[in-house]
């Protein structure tokens, strides 16, 4: 494998494969796809190796050797500073734009380097507008009563909201400037001490995303799509958001969707078949909904602060963030990463869990290139093995009498059960 590159002059994707292409909104992928990954830092080099292997296996399995992916590494992170002398490559975003699919590991930001964060950095500079979480029950230990009736994907806005870091300390020129603005031309006062921030939440960046959240419920035979927001105070950026989603979806898919208000004025109450419900709820509410009643939601459509709180919130009731899966996605172009962070007292161990690097991996492989039987085989790998109780520290120390697994063990593991899965069963089970 030739070294990675620090330079765009040095950019050259292996050969042997061939690069994703998209065009008029439709990607076009080879059966030799160059799939970039970066490695992380942290747990992220083990986690990342973990996930390499477990895929090659699925692609072998379900393709023999039709189809394969060549993996091109990139650098970010501390393996960046150190052989390139900076965090972020410009080589590297070219290096994902040209690849279009991509897979890394977490990665820390350390203070001082000019980075809020090196995800978000990433997310901004390649338009990755839509994050993709989503939530399910493999039989992990968990502590909600309807644990196994979880089974919901977020779509988060990814660019806009209290995120996009439009704010000023309370004692900054800059705030004074808007505190004496908003006194002169609105009449509006603002303590002295307040720091101040913006809430940007724009049509543009609402329409793209419950588009996409839409496409996945069709593609998927999600039933409900349900639009998250607090527009009953923050009427012109929630409420707004809310009002987008409405219009997109009555719009670009009238012939698919059915407002709630529409079943209780036309159909009785009861949803038409073939149909998918398209309804809202405020955000503290939802909070509680997806506790109380978890079974009567599948996607759900929030702007970035609130899909931050309820991607974590929904974690939690199947065990937390540990078998959490991730994908940030924009027009042709997906990096998938997990949800956890860099874990550093478990570097080097061979402790880690990989599964949520191994789910963010099938993701990507599975619902952005459109391998699903790729994306089958692993998830029917992941819940072999936590329900044989085949697992690293993590969940074993929830499971009483359970030896741990290391994570080259559990790597193994799955790999095995995904040499020996009967094909047809497994996608015949995912079907039904």
């Known amino acids: 494998m030739a070294s990675p590159p620090c330079t765009t002059e040095e950019l050259s994707p292996p050969p042997g494969g061939s690069l994703v292409e998209y065009s008029g909104g439709s990607l076009r992928i080879p059966d030799n796809p160059v799939v970039a990954f970066i490695r992380g830092d942290g747990v992220g080099p083990e986690v990342v190796e973990s996930a390499l292997k477990v895929v090659d296996a699925a692609v072998k399995k379900v393709y023999g050797?039709?189809?394969?992916?060549?993996?091109w590494e990139l650098l970010a992170g501390h393996l960046a500073r150190e052989k390139c002398g900076e965090l972020l490559p410009k080589a590297t975003l070219e290096g994902i734009r040209l690849?279009?699919?991509?897979?890394?590991?977490?990665?820390?930001?350390?203070?001082?380097?000019?980075?809020r964060s090196l995800n978000v950095a990433i997310r901004q500079a390649l338009d990755l507008y839509a994050n993709i979480r989503p939530v399910r029950y493999y039989g992990q230990p968990a502590p909600h009563k309807y644990a196994d009736r979880v089974d919901m994907v977020i779509f988060r806005e990814n660019t806009e909201d209290v995120y996009a870091g439009i704010e000023w300390p309370h004692d900054s020129p800059e705030a004074a400037r808007i505190r004496r603005f908003l006194a002169e031309e609105f009449g509006i006062s603002i303590r002295e001490d307040a720091g101040?921030?913006?809430?940007?939440?724009?049509?543009?960046?609402?329409?793209?995303?419950?588009?996409?959240?839409l496409e996945w419920a069709l593609r998927n035979g999600n039933t409900v799509v349900t639009i998250m927001h607090k527009g009953n105070i923050m009427k012109y950026t929630e409420g707004a958001?809310?009002?987008?989603?409405?219009?997109?979806?009555?719009?670009?898919?009238?012939?698919?969707?059915?407002?709630?208000?529409?079943?209780?004025?036309?159909?009785?109450?009861?949803?038409?078949?073939g149909k998918i419900l398209v309804n809202d709820r405020i955000?503290?509410?939802?909070?509680?909904?997806?506790?109380t009643r978890p079974w009567d939601y599948q996607v759900i459509v929030a702007p970035n602060l609130n899909g931050d709180y309820i991607s974590d919130a929904a974690s939690a009731l199947v065990g937390g963030i540990g078998m959490a899966a991730g994908m940030n996605m924009g027009d042709g172009i997906a990096v998938a990463e997990p949800v956890h962070g860099t874990a550093p007292?478990?570097?080097?161990?061979?402790l880690i869990n990989p599964s949520a690097e191994i789910l963010s991996a099938s993701l990507l492989?599975?619902?952005?290139?459109?391998?699903?039987?790729?994306k089958s085989i692993v998830e029917y790998a992941v819940r072999k093995a936590v329900q044989s109780k085949?697992?690293?520290q993590d969940l074993a120390r929830h499971m009483p009498g359970v030896q741990p697994l290391r994570t080259s063990e559990y790597t193994e593991t799955l790999i095995a059960y995904i040499d020996e899965a009967d094909l047809n069963e497994v996608l015949a089970e995912k079907r039904g």
Request: no cysteine; glycine share 10%.
């Open 65 to 71: 050797g039709s189809r394969r992916i060549v993996w």
């Open 99 to 115: 690849a279009r699919v991509a897979l890394k590991g977490p990665l820390e930001t350390p203070v001082g380097t000019g980075y």
């Open 196 to 213: 101040i921030g913006v809430k940007p939440i724009s049509r543009f960046a609402t329409r793209r995303l419950m588009e996409r959240a």
């Open 241 to 273: 958001f809310m009002r987008w989603a409405y219009e997109v979806a009555l719009e670009k898919f009238r012939e698919h969707v059915v407002t709630e208000q529409e079943v209780q004025e036309k159909y009785g109450g009861v949803r038409p078949e």
């Open 283 to 291: 955000a503290d509410n939802m909070l509680q909904q997806i506790i």
């Open 345 to 350: 007292k478990y570097a080097g161990k061979d």
């Open 365 to 374: 492989i599975g619902e952005f290139m459109g391998w699903r039987e790729v």
């Open 390 to 392: 085949k697992v690293t």
